[in-house]
């Protein structure tokens, strides 16, 4: 009997232990203003691709715009930039493009294999009308819908393009990194670090128009 005991006293220890390593939040470590590197914000400017904020952890895609949005937005204050609101608001509406073209290129691919009448009466709402009068009309305008959603890539790209319009510092400058930290470095008088932050970067740029200010003034 003690020995039973003993098992089950054994066997809820290992329970808990089990429930205690599940019930433990799993570690997400982003890159923010304060401690992104100037390369590695510029790429992802130019390839959109805002998994690469993530230090550490698995984190789903809009959880990453959302905290590139973060570090644009302070960016744009660090800067004395007004241009933020008309940001967020592309940027809500490429988010909206993106979140459509994906829904219904899943609705109409699922039509293929099924007919669901849901499905159909959602997309012929957004103008994409099924034809159910014949098993060929049936194939053809679902084919002939798939072909119309491609037209919110367009969309997608143009709104993709707006956004990147609102990233660089200063128009008609370089904006390559290479280009950057040698103009950098030749205004200051000496050799700045490729590991550069964006927040350094900031500073020293204010560093640079405050000197030119004063040598103008």
């Excluded at 019930?23 to 304060?34: A, D, G, M, Q």
């Excluded at 007004?82 to 967020?88: G, M």
């Excluded at 890539?153 to 990194?177: D, H």
Aim: charged content about 25%; hydrophobic content about 35%; overall charge positive.
């Amino acid at each position: 009997m003690r020995s039973w005991t003993v098992s089950i006293r054994q066997a809820l220890r290992n329970t808990a232990k089990k429930l205690s390593r599940k019930s433990k939040p799993t570690l997400v470590n982003f890159y923010h203003h304060e401690n992104i590197p100037l390369k590695l914000y510029l790429e992802i400017t130019e390839s959109g691709d805002y998994q690469k904020l993530v230090i550490e952890g698995s984190v789903t895609g809009a959880e990453c715009a959302a905290q590139w949005e973060k570090i644009i937005q302070k960016n744009y204050e660090t800067n004395g930039g007004f241009d933020y609101i008309n940001y967020k608001d592309t940027l809500q509406s490429y988010g909206r493009l993106v979140a459509e073209y994906n829904l219904i290129r899943c609705y109409l691919v699922k039509l293929i294999f099924m007919v669901d009448d849901d499905y159909i009466a959602f997309l012929g709402e957004r103008g994409y009308r099924i034809d159910k009068s014949s098993n060929q009309a049936y194939i053809d305008t679902i084919n002939a819908c798939l072909i119309r959603s491609e037209n919110l890539i367009t969309r997608m790209t143009m709104k993709a393009n707006e956004l990147k319009s609102y990233i660089p510092e200063s128009k008609g400058s370089v904006t390559s990194f290479d280009g950057i930290i040698a103009s950098l470095s030749l205004c200051l008088g000496y050799e700045v670090s490729d590991n550069i932050s964006l927040l350094r970067f900031n500073e020293y740029k204010k560093l640079i128009n405050e000197k030119n200010s004063k040598a103008n003034g």
